[in-house]
């Protein structure tokens, strides 16, 4: 099907596209990647009247380390995630959560700040950067605010983001080392969404596991952070029986619904299994025993 009608914009600057959003407000959409708006334009969920494209205005690209913190503008695309060295080496999490996100044409267009302001539910960046220490940069019209990724997805399809405001990018705080961590996708095709994910970051002190995060993702309407396991977590060593009764905390924390892709009880039980298998994945590369990206 074709979209409904719109006037197209293409500003060169921040303060253009702002001032356009302003203007034309609940009418207007901004435009980035286009791989989540333009299927719903087409399929006539979405009608914006007003289209608002952010890929020429500068300062918007790339991902670059700023001390402790890797700096990602609103315009990096999955892609570029996938070629960072400093990813690869040092936030692999990120680097799973790229390789696993839809195929390599959706990878070439789509933004990961344009998926964190599209809140799908199953989506690949809002689980994975739930396990990571995450803010969103928003610009309106009174300045910039740093967001943290918890309180800017509120619920499905719906973050903290103004009506006159544009995420100008996010900043992830590299983890420390020795840590580790990995982000495991389950899905029915490839190329899809999740059924359900997990992410896993770890610091190690000596042999114990200092600090411990857990995000859970398509397993209810915003990614899900399971405190309590990661509490449980904290302390443990690979020879304690901490993981085994960390995964049941793990499963009563998901609140899938049912749908096309499985029963509440299917995806509680691959909440369990995804978990293990991203917790021991964490702990290969926390113990420089594993590189590369993950496939179930
Ligand atoms: C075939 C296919 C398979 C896919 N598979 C997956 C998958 O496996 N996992 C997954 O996570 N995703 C998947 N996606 C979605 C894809 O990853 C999108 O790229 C992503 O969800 C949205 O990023 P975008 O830059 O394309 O955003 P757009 O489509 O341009 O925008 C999406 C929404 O976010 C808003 N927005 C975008 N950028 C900004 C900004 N800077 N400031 C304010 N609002 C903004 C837009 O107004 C719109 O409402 C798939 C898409 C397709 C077409």
Request: charged share 25%.
């Amino acid at each position: 099907m074709y979209p409904a009608e719109f006037d197209y914009f293409a500003p060169r600057t921040l303060e253009e596209a702002l001032a356009l959003l302003g203007r034309y407000g609940d009418d207007a959409k901004i435009l980035a990647g286009g791989q989540s708006l333009l299927p719903m334009m087409k399929l006539r969920i979405a009608g914006p009247r007003y289209l608002i494209d952010i890929n020429r205005v500068e300062g918007l690209s790339g991902l670059r380390r700023d001390g402790d913190r890797l700096v990602i503008g609103a315009l990096c695309r999955h892609a570029d995630v996938l070629a960072s060295p400093v990813v690869r080496d040092e936030v692999p999490l990120m680097w799973d959560a790229a390789a696993q996100t839809a195929d390599v044409q959706v990878r070439n267009r789509g933004t990961v700040a344009g998926s964190l302001a599209h809140a799908d539910p199953a989506g690949d960046w809002p689980a994975a950067l739930m396990a990571l220490d995450t803010e969103v940069t928003v610009a309106g019209p009174g300045g910039t605010r740093a967001i943290a990724l918890d309180r800017f997805i509120v619920d499905a399809y719906t973050t903290a983001l103004h009506v006159n405001e544009i995420v100008t990018g996010l900043a992830v705080r590299i983890p420390p080392q020795p840590g580790g961590g990995a982000y495991v996708k389950f899905e029915k095709r490839a190329g899809d969404f999740a059924v359900a994910s997990v992410g896993v970051q770890v610091a190690l002190d000596g042999a114990r596991v200092r600090q411990a995060a857990i995000s859970l993702g398509a397993l209810g309407p915003t990614p899900i952070r399971v405190r309590a396991a990661e509490e449980l977590l904290r302390g443990s060593t690979e020879a304690g029986d901490e993981v085994s009764r960390a995964e049941p905390l793990v499963r009563e924390a998901a609140q899938p619904f049912e749908d096309t892709r499985g029963s509440v009880e299917y995806k509680r039980h691959l909440a369990g299994v995804l978990f293990r298998r991203a917790w021991a994945v964490a702990l290969d590369r926390a113990h420089g025993r594993m590189v590369g990206t993950v496939h179930v």
